[in-house]
């Protein structure tokens, strides 16, 4: 079953614009991790934020984590044609977990 | 440091055919992962095994799918009398033994197709 829910689920802005991904998810978690996955291809990971981490930045990613809330979000700034893919967030329930529990993602379309 | 590999890339099967996927993890990952993929959708897990023992199963992993990795290397997920619900992409990913949380290093997956 997927926990994470990411909204929207598709996005379309031009180049050189920021784009910001939401997740929502229901259980208590360890850690929100968020994918990358162009078409036809595997998953990338990009960052990994823990519980306890209200915020992380690595390049032009910044991701956030509210755990009241239970929701993350990810904004890539400054997007660029190559940053079109999906983006998929994935949580793990408990340190160490070997199970991640994906999202149904967002498509994001960067326009030239 | 080759990658996740899998094989094959593709895969058209008509329904009732076995099917077997192979993956090789990056060589020093002692855990390894199957998910599956529908279009549209998040990845969903499988099936994960630490060297040569499957510790989890999702009960998605029917009486039809059996995974295997036998000298705790590559390994093999097979799929018998297929059904059309079978297509999706399948996904194989091997992390580090280190301590923590180390992140899922995928493959490019193989996409079955049932007809």
């Known amino acids: 079953s997927q926990q994470g829910e990411e909204d929207p689920q598709a996005l379309s802005i031009q180049e050189g614009e920021n784009a910001t991904m939401n997740c929502s998810y229901k259980?208590?978690?360890?850690?929100l991790q968020w994918y990358r996955q162009n078409s036809g291809r595997g998953l990338v990971h990009l960052i990994l934020?823990?519980?306890?981490?209200r915020e992380k930045h690595s390049g032009r990613l910044r991701v956030t984590l509210d755990t009241s809330k239970k929701s993350s979000s990810l904004l890539i700034t400054a997007s660029r044609a190559a940053d079109t893919a999906s983006y998929f967030c994935?949580?793990?329930?408990?340190?160490?977990?070997?199970?991640?529990?994906f999202g149904q993602g967002t498509r994001l379309t960067i326009n030239p | 440091d080759t990658g996740v590999s899998q094989d094959p890339r593709h895969k058209i099967t008509k329904r009732g055919q076995n099917v077997t996927f192979r993956c090789d993890p990056i060589s020093e990952h002692n855990r390894l992962y199957w998910y599956r993929q529908t279009l549209g959708q998040g990845p969903e897990f499988l099936t994960y095994?630490?060297?040569?023992?499957?510790?989890?199963k999702s009960r998605l992993l029917s009486d039809r799918f059996s995974a295997e990795r036998p000298k705790g290397s590559f390994s093999t997920l097979e799929i018998q009398r297929t059904e059309q619900g079978d297509s999706a992409m399948y996904l194989c990913?091997?992390?580090?033994?280190?301590?923590?949380?180390?992140?899922?290093?995928f493959g490019n997956g193989t996409r079955l197709t049932v007809t």
């Open positions: 259980t208590s978690i360890n850690n």
């Open positions: 994935a949580t793990a329930r408990i340190q160490g977990a070997q199970k991640l529990v």
């Open positions: 095994f630490q060297n040569e023992a499957q510790l989890e």
């Open positions: 990913a091997s992390s580090p033994p280190t301590g923590g949380d180390s992140p899922l290093h």
């Open positions: 934020i823990r519980s306890n981490e």
